[in-house]
């Protein structure tokens, strides 16, 4: 499992087994929230429990939690952290073989979420771009090809977004400077497009954007015109108002497209961007952007 909801999940379930082993026994794990602790799950006892807030003084005192308990009377408790406590409780006292089951349930829980934790820190550090924590190139085009896969054609959209002159700002501004500037140009990239749409730094000044659930043809020129005018807007370096700008070519999936297909147009696009004068955007046309031996257009 790599998700810490499955591990409590299967946490509680072993739990609730254990319950239905040994009737006249309940669980209880208590964690700490913004007004103290409460009851983050149980078994053995009503669903109206989750939630409850309970006194701080169960810590030192667990047979205080019969109050929200009814029938069950005797409690034990291990504090796990400051934050989490489990606590085993009974009609009658509790043998100590069962409460060291479920007291092995609790730290199996978090020993699962202490790796699935590190696992999506390592995940991320593998998948996200150190500079800008925009996603690298290759989970970039993982969701590219999960995307082509599912959504409709006309629905989705590829824009390959080039800084313009950057190297001018790297050789003015030092390589310091040229970092800041990404950093605030890609937090720009990233705020485009809503929850369907998926920036990523492909390397040094270019970036790409990743358009999904789109209504109608017209929505990724939108974007892309937006992101332009955003991307031209000036940037405070030290005491420097710097200003950029980028070319954007667009592609549009359609039917049986490759993720290299839709790749090459989107890249031909922001070329031809160039070639027009920069700070353009520019839509990939079959008929434009293709000679009669269909050559792609030169890199300008």
Same mark, same amino acid.
């Given at each position: 499992?790599?998700?810490?909801?499955?591990?409590?999940?299967?946490?509680?379930?072993?739990?609730?087994?254990?319950?239905?082993?040994?009737?006249?026994?309940?669980?209880?794990?208590?964690?700490?929230?913004?007004?103290?602790?409460?009851?983050?799950?149980?078994?053995?006892?009503?669903?109206?429990?989750?939630?409850?807030?309970?006194?701080?003084?169960?810590?030192?005192?667990?047979?205080?939690?019969?109050?929200?308990?009814?029938?069950?009377?005797?409690?034990?408790?291990?504090?796990?952290?400051?934050?989490?406590?489990?606590?085993?409780?009974?009609?009658?006292?509790?043998?100590?073989?069962?409460?060291?089951?479920?007291?092995?349930?609790?730290?199996?829980?978090?020993?699962?979420?202490? *790796?699935?934790?590190?696992? &999506?820190?390592? +995940?991320?550090?593998?998948?996200? =771009?150190? @500079? #800008?924590?925009?996603?690298?190139? %290759?989970?970039?085009?993982?969701?590219?090809?999960?995307?082509?896969?599912?959504?409709?054609?006309?629905?989705?959209?590829?824009?390959?977004?080039?800084?313009?002159?950057?190297?001018?700002?790297?050789?003015?501004?030092?390589?310091?400077?040229?970092?800041?500037?990404?950093?605030?140009?890609?937090?720009?990239?990233?705020?485009?497009?809503?929850?369907?749409?998926?920036?990523?730094?492909?390397?040094?000044?270019?970036?790409?954007?990743?358009?999904?659930?789109?209504?109608?043809?017209?929505?990724?020129?939108?974007?892309?015109?937006?992101?332009?005018?955003?991307?031209?807007?000036?940037?405070?370096?030290?005491?420097?108002?710097?200003?950029?700008? *980028?070319?954007?070519?667009? &592609?549009?999936? +359609?039917?049986?497209?490759?993720? =290299?297909? @839709? #790749?090459?147009?989107?890249?031909? %696009?922001?070329?031809?961007?160039?070639?027009?004068?920069?700070?353009?955007?520019?839509?990939?046309?079959?008929?434009?952007?293709?000679?009669?031996?269909?050559?792609?257009?030169?890199?300008?």
């Amino acid at each position: 499992m790599t998700d810490v909801e499955s591990v409590r999940r299967t946490g509680i379930e072993a739990a609730r087994e254990i319950v239905r082993l040994t009737p006249g026994v309940a669980f209880v794990v208590l964690r700490r929230g913004p007004a103290g602790l409460y009851v983050h799950n149980a078994a053995g006892l009503p669903d109206e429990v989750l939630g409850v807030a309970v006194p701080e003084t169960v810590v030192a005192d667990p047979q205080l939690i019969a109050a929200f308990t009814g029938r069950f009377r005797h409690w034990r408790i291990e504090t796990v952290s400051d934050d989490l406590h489990s606590l085993v409780g009974g009609i009658k006292p509790v043998q100590r073989d069962i409460a060291d089951a479920f007291w092995l349930i609790s730290h199996q829980v978090i020993l699962g979420e202490t *790796a699935c934790r590190s696992h &999506a820190e390592l +995940d991320y550090q593998a998948n996200h =771009d150190d @500079l #800008t924590g925009l996603p690298t190139r %290759a989970k970039f085009f993982k969701e590219l090809r999960e995307a082509l896969r599912l959504g409709p054609p006309g629905t989705v959209a590829l824009l390959q977004i080039d800084l313009d002159d950057f190297k001018q700002v790297n050789d003015t501004y030092g390589h310091a400077g040229g970092d800041d500037l990404l950093v605030e140009l890609a937090g720009r990239i990233g705020q485009a497009g809503g929850a369907g749409a998926l920036a990523a730094r492909l390397g040094g000044d270019e970036f790409a954007l990743l358009l999904t659930g789109l209504t109608h043809s017209g929505a990724a020129q939108q974007v892309a015109s937006e992101r332009c005018a955003a991307l031209s807007e000036p940037v405070t370096l030290g005491s420097a108002a710097v200003r950029v700008g *980028a070319s954007i070519g667009i &592609a549009l999936a +359609d039917v049986g497209l490759t993720p =290299d297909e @839709l #790749t090459r147009r989107a890249d031909i %696009a922001m070329y031809a961007a160039k070639v027009r004068g920069k700070h353009q955007v520019e839509r990939f046309d079959p008929a434009r952007h293709q000679d009669r031996g269909g050559d792609r257009l030169q890199h300008a």
